[in-house]
């Protein structure tokens, strides 16, 4: 990715859970952006969860609301050059231009600064959670 250091950089959630290792994706864009983190319309909980096990360490997230308030409330507080909004899909980035952020699809972002985006879901290692073929 492009740009200098004066930068704030929104994850979605789900972009974010598209991504091999959020936390080293974290630490990546932390060398060229001034302020990282990540938004989405889920519950706190949820995102603080997944933060936490991922070790991903933020500079701001969205709270209890939706993700336009929370990328305009983050643009008024983080007074960069640039806010970049990393998405999935169409609807995040027409939220993204509808609010004044710039959007990248995460497919995109992770080609350009290299990273590497996550495998499908693994079977369910736990032989408990696996299906049986013995079972009646």
Same mark, same amino acid.
């Given at each position: 990715? !492009?740009?200098?250091?004066?930068? /704030?950089?929104?994850?979605?959630?789900?972009a974010l859970q598209m991504?091999?290792?959020?936390?080293?994706?974290?630490?990546?864009?932390?060398?060229?952006?001034? =302020?990282?983190?990540?938004?989405s319309e889920e519950p /706190? =909980?949820?995102?603080? !969860?997944?933060?936490?096990?991922?070790?991903?360490? +933020?500079?701001?997230?969205?709270?209890?609301?939706?993700?336009?308030?929370?990328?305009?409330?983050?643009?008024? +507080?983080?007074? /960069?050059?640039?806010?970049?909004?990393?998405?999935?899909?169409?609807?995040?980035?027409?939220?993204?231009?509808?609010?004044?952020?710039?959007?990248?699809?995460?497919?995109?972002?992770?080609?350009?600064?290299?990273? /590497?985006?996550?495998?499908?879901?693994?079977?369910?290692?736990?032989?408990?959670?696996?299906?049986?073929?013995?079972?009646?």
């Amino acid at each position: 990715m !492009n740009g200098g250091s004066d930068m /704030t950089l929104a994850f979605e959630l789900e972009a974010l859970q598209m991504l091999a290792s959020p936390e080293a994706v974290f630490d990546d864009a932390r060398g060229w952006s001034s =302020y990282v983190g990540v938004v989405s319309e889920e519950p /706190t =909980y949820v995102v603080t !969860n997944f933060t936490r096990k991922n070790r991903v360490r +933020q500079d701001f997230f969205s709270g209890p609301r939706g993700k336009a308030e929370s990328l305009e409330s983050v643009k008024r +507080q983080f007074d /960069t050059e640039r806010h970049v909004f990393v998405g999935v899909g169409d609807d995040d980035e027409a939220l993204a231009h509808e609010v004044g952020w710039e959007f990248l699809h995460v497919e995109d972002a992770a080609e350009s600064a290299e990273w /590497t985006l996550a495998t499908e879901p693994k079977e369910a290692d736990d032989p408990d959670e696996a299906i049986r073929d013995d079972w009646p």
